[in-house]
């Protein structure tokens, strides 16, 4: 199954912009229109990169997709046995084998990460992360020791969105968050016998001035979403997109309810969060 849709991964690369070099990424081709020679090419994201890439070197151009298109998985999840898959400077196709840490990072913001126990190469940025039927379960973020991905959920998600509006949305959610269920075990026991939580999200870190905090949030507090749209910060990253895609079809305003644990007294209240919305068209200037 892997060797199949081995023939959809590509090394994608831009023209060098004012004399600055670009790193290569690698990108999974899911639709291609042979009459034109377009391709439609997963990958990640890069404001270096030009509309125009480069996939001369690639097998794209030997070979007929046709079964070969990969196919999608549901979502990633913790523990689960993976191949990171990419292409090398020569197109050879690398796969290392590893599986997902039973842990969560936050990245600007953004807490929706997931982490390989296993090294991506260089250049593996942006290329597939599968199970061991061949489905594309996620999409490597960030290459090197410990590589960071993002679930096919999330990405399914977003792709949607702006399939269906030619925009995405977001709520702007200022806080970094940790999963009480991935926390150390000495933790989870203590919040349990002396706060009765089992579940939840830790506040990491939280904005100055940003909405959270100016409603009394703060950093240690152990929140819930009311609305019980999930265990895991992916799980609350699809809620957060779904929120998106409802405003963009309202064209409402929005407020998320969170109860707040402050575990350092015995308080405990629901707070109304209003929601701001970041927008984006993905259009490349």
Not at 17 to 23: F, V, Y
Not at 85 to 110: F, K, P, Y
Request: hydrophobic share 40%.
């Amino acid at each position: 199954m892997v060797l199949g849709m081995s023939r959809s991964i590509v090394r994608v690369s831009s023209p060098p912009t004012e004399g600055k070099s670009i790193s290569p990424l690698t990108g999974t081709v899911i639709s291609w229109d042979g009459a034109t020679k377009r391709a439609m090419i997963l990958t990640i994201y890069s404001t270096d990169f030009k509309r125009t890439v480069d996939i001369r070197e690639s097998p794209l151009q030997s070979c007929h997709l046709g079964d070969h298109v990969p196919t999608f998985g549901s979502a990633a999840k913790y523990g689960q046995e993976i191949l990171a898959l990419s292409r090398d400077e020569n197109m050879s196709l690398v796969a290392r084998r590893g599986a997902i840490t039973w842990s969560d990072g936050s990245l600007m913001w953004r807490n929706h990460y997931m982490f390989l126990d296993c090294d991506v190469p260089e250049g593996g940025e942006g290329g597939p992360v599968v199970d061991y039927c061949g489905s594309i379960i996620a999409v490597v973020y960030r290459d090197g020791p410990c590589a960071a991905i993002i679930s096919i959920s999330i990405i399914h998600a977003l792709y949607e969105m702006w399939e269906q509006f030619s925009y995405v949305a977001r709520p702007v959610f200022d806080m970094d968050l940790k999963s009480v269920e991935l926390a150390s075990f000495s933790l989870r026991e203590e919040l349990s016998l002396k706060h009765n939580i089992e579940g939840g999200f830790i506040v990491e870190h939280i904005a100055n001035d940003s909405a959270p905090e100016n409603l009394g949030v703060r950093r240690g507090d152990v929140i819930f979403f009311e609305d019980k749209c999930g265990t895991t910060l992916p799980e609350i990253e699809d809620y957060l997109l779904h929120l998106g895609r409802r405003y963009l079809g309202e064209k409402r305003s929005m407020v998320l309810k969170l109860e707040v644990h402050d575990i350092e007294g015995p308080c405990k209240e629901t707070i109304t969060l209003p929601l701001e919305f970041k927008v984006s068209s993905g259009k490349v200037a």
